[in-house]
């Protein structure tokens, strides 16, 4: 059985950092792609980061400096660190596996920025 769990969200302040998590089972993580996507409401599911299986990192624009998507293939985790983080960063974020026409997506975890 497939699982893609995320979590490290929560609330944090304008400026404050977070640390999202990942934890995948059920298939081989070593040979998937995996990525970071978000969803703020009223809009539609964005790209944020990639990591592809030989460990390759893409960053979309907007979080390019402040974020960083790394993974751990022997503990099956992928990571967002986020820093500096700004309320335009408000938004669920989802976990995302790819490999080929394969794609599992994790239930998302929320991500607030406010004072």
Known sequence: QVQLV???GGLVQPGGSLRLSCAASGFTFSRYAMSWYRQAPGKEREFVATSSAGGITLYADSVKGRFTISRDNAKN??????????????AVYYCKAVR????YWGQGTQVTVST
């Open 6 to 8: 995320e979590s490290g």
């Open 77 to 90: 985790t992928v990571y967002l660190q986020m820093n500096s983080l700004k309320p335009e960063d408000t």
């Open 100 to 103: 080929i026409l394969t794609t």
